[in-house]
C-alpha cells in the first residue's frame, strides 16, 4: 500500500499548484486525476477560450482593416474553424504537458484514475489503496443540467452542448442559442458572433452578467448588441426541441430555431466518490474556512469544489494557503481582493467592491470614472468603447473597488489588486508615474479624480 503526507484528489490549476508547492515544501505528494492533468481550466475553458477568442479577435480586424487605413479585397479573409481547433489544441497540450513536466521535476507522484474516498486517511484509484495524513479535495465542478423538459435527451442527442463540447465543433453554426448570460455564455457569444455566427442569448434574470458593476454593463450590453448578439432577457426556456427552443418571454410564449444550443447555466461541485467522508455542504460545494479546512479533520477543500470563486486564479491561491496552513503557517485568504476578467470585445475586468455593493453596505463612498474615448493609446488603437472606474471610501480615499471595461482590461487590473491589497489610497496611485501612452494611465486619471478632477477631462 502506497502512503504519502498529502494526497491530492484532482490536477486542475488548485490540484497541481498545491502538489508542487507541497513538493517544494519538502512533502511527499500524491496527485490523483481521472481525465487531464490542468483540469478545465487548461483544457476546456480558460485557455482553450482565449485561443479561439484571439482567432476570432485577428478575424474581426481584419473585416475593420480600412478603419486603420488599411485596404483588402472583399472576402479577402475566410474562417477555417479546423485550423482555429487544431491551434487550440496544439497550445493547450503544450501546457498540459509543461505542467506534467513540473509535477514529475518536483517529485509529484501521479495517480491516473477516478478517487474513491474510502475515510480521511485512505483513498482507492482502481486497484490501488492510497494511505494518507492529509486529504486535499479539488475535483471541480461540472455544468448544472436544469430541469428544463427535453434538455437532458437534446444533450445527449449531441444538439446541446456544454462549454467542452463547443470547443471541438468541426463548424460555424448558422445560429447559435445560448442559454445563460453568465461569463462563459458571453464570452462564447462573442466568438461566434464574429466569426459569422447568428448568436442569442436567452436569460432569465433580469439582466445578463449581474456581478458586473452597472455602469460597465450597460456599455458593454450596447456593445454586443450593435455587434449582432440578441439578447433576450427575462426569457424563461420552457423546452428544447431538435431545431427550436421554445421559451416565455414579456408573458407570451415564442420560439426560435436554432443549429447549435449551448447551455451556460451555472456550475455543480463535483462531489462523487467523497461521500465517505460525509462532509458538510451547501448547495454551491463543501464548506470550508478561510484556511480552505472542512469539518473533517485534516481534509481540505479547493477550487470551485467549494464553491466560493469558480476561477483558476483563485483555486490556485487556495491550494497554496491550504498546503501553508498544514505546515503550521496560519495566513487566510482575503476574499475582498479577488480580480476577476471576462474576455469578450472589449474585456471586462474588476476587483473589489462593485458600486451597488458599496450603496448596499451602507459605505460612505465616492466615484470617478474616465472614458477610453479620452485616452490617446485607446484612440490610435481604434478600440475606444469602454471606461475605467475607480470607487473610494470618504473618509480615507483607499480604494475599495476597480473596474475596467477596455481591450486589454484583464491585463490592467493587476495594478489595482496589487494597490488594494496594500491599502493603497488615490493619492498613492495619483503619485505614482504612469507610462505615455498607455491604458493603464487611465488608472492615474482616476485617481486623480478621486482626490480632486482627473487631468485630462
Not at 76 to 90: E, G, P, T
Not at 176 to 196: D, P
Not at 377 to 398: F, P, Q, R, S, W
Amino acid at each position: 500500500m502506497p502512503k504519502h503526507e498529502l494526497t491530492i484528489i484532482g490536477g486542475g490549476p488548485g490540484g497541481y499548484v498545491a502538489a508542487i508547492k507541497a513538493a517544494q515544501k519538502g512533502l511527499d505528494v500524491a496527485l490523483i486525476e481521472k481525465e487531464t492533468i490542468g483540469g478545465v481550466c487548461l483544457n476546456w475553458g480558460c485557455i482553450p477560450t482565449k485561443a479561439l477568442l484571439k482567432s476570432a479577435k485577428v478575424y474581426e480586424t481584419i473585416n475593420h482593416a480600412s478603419d486603420y487605413g488599411i485596404t483588402l479585397k472583399k472576402d479577402a479573409a475566410s474562417v477555417d474553424i479546423k485550423s482555429m481547433i487544431k491551434r487550440k489544441d496544439i497550445i493547450v497540450k503544450k501546457l498540459t504537458g509543461g505542467v506534467a513536466h513540473l509535477l514529475k521535476k518536483n517529485g509529484v507522484k501521479v495517480y491516473d484514475g477516478f478517487a474513491e474516498v474510502k475515510d480521511a486517511n485512505t483513498v482507492n484509484v482502481g486497484d490501488t489503496t492510497i494511505e494518507t495524513k492529509t486529504l486535499i479535495i479539488a475535483t471541480g465542478a461540472h455544468p448544472a443540467m436544469p430541469p428544463i423538459d427535453g434538455l437532458k435527451k437534446a444533450y445527449e442527442d449531441g444538439v446541446v452542448h456544454t462549454s467542452k463540447e463547443l470547443l471541438r465543433i468541426k463548424e460555424i453554426p448558422k445560429n447559435l442559442t445560448i442559454i445563460g448570460g453568465g461569463v462563459i455564455g458571453v464570452e462564447f457569444a462573442t466568438i461566434f458572433n464574429a466569426l459569422g455566427s447568428n448568436v442569442t442569448i436567452l436569460e432569465r434574470e433580469d439582466d445578463i452578467l449581474l456581478t458586473i458593476d452597472d455602469e460597465l454593463r450597460k456599455p458593454f450590453k450596447k456593445k454586443l448588441e450593435k455587434d449582432g448578439v440578441k439578447i433576450l432577457t427575462g426569457a424563461d426556456v420552457k423546452k428544447v426541441l431538435k431545431t427550436k427552443i421554445n421559451y416565455i418571454h414579456k408573458d407570451q410564449e415564442a420560439a426560435i430555431e436554432h443549429s447549435i444550443v449551448l447551455l451556460s447555466t451555472g456550475m455543480q461541485p463535483n462531489l462523487k466518490g467523497l461521500e465517505a467522508l460525509n462532509l458538510k455542504t451547501t448547495r454551491l460545494g463543501i464548506e470550508t474556512d478561510e484556511y480552505m479546512r472542512t469539518n473533517v479533520k485534516n481534509v481540505y477543500a479547493i477550487g470551485d469544489v467549494n464553491g466560493k470563486y469558480l476561477l483558476a486564479h483563485v483555486a490556485s491561491k487556495e491550494g497554496i494557503v491550504a498546503v501553508e496552513h498544514l505546515l503550521g503557517n496560519k495566513k487566510p485568504l482575503d476574499y475582498r481582493v479577488i480580480p476577476s476578467g471576462i474576455y469578450t470585445f472589449p474585456e471586462i475586468a474588476q476587483v473589489g467592491l462593485t458600486e451597488q455593493e458599496a450603496k448596499k453596505a451602507g459605505i460612505d463612498y465616492k466615484v470617478s470614472t474616465f472614458p477610453l474615448s479620452a485616452n490617446g493609446k485607446a484612440l490610435a488603437e481604434n478600440e475606444t468603447i469602454g471606461l475605467v472606474k475607480m470607487i473610494a471610501d470618504k473618509k480615507y480615499n483607499e480604494i475599495i473597488g476597480v473596474h475596467i471595461l477596455a481591450q486589454n482590461a484583464t491585463e490592467m487590473i493587476s495594478e489595482s489588486v496589487l494597490g488594494m491589497t496594500l491599502e493603497a489610497s488615490a493619492e498613492e496611485f495619483a503619485d505614482a508615474i504612469h507610462p505615455h501612452p498607455t491604458l493603464s494611465e487611465m488608472l492615474h486619471e482616476v485617481a486623480h479624480g478621486i482626490i480632486d478632477k482627473p487631468i485630462h477631462m
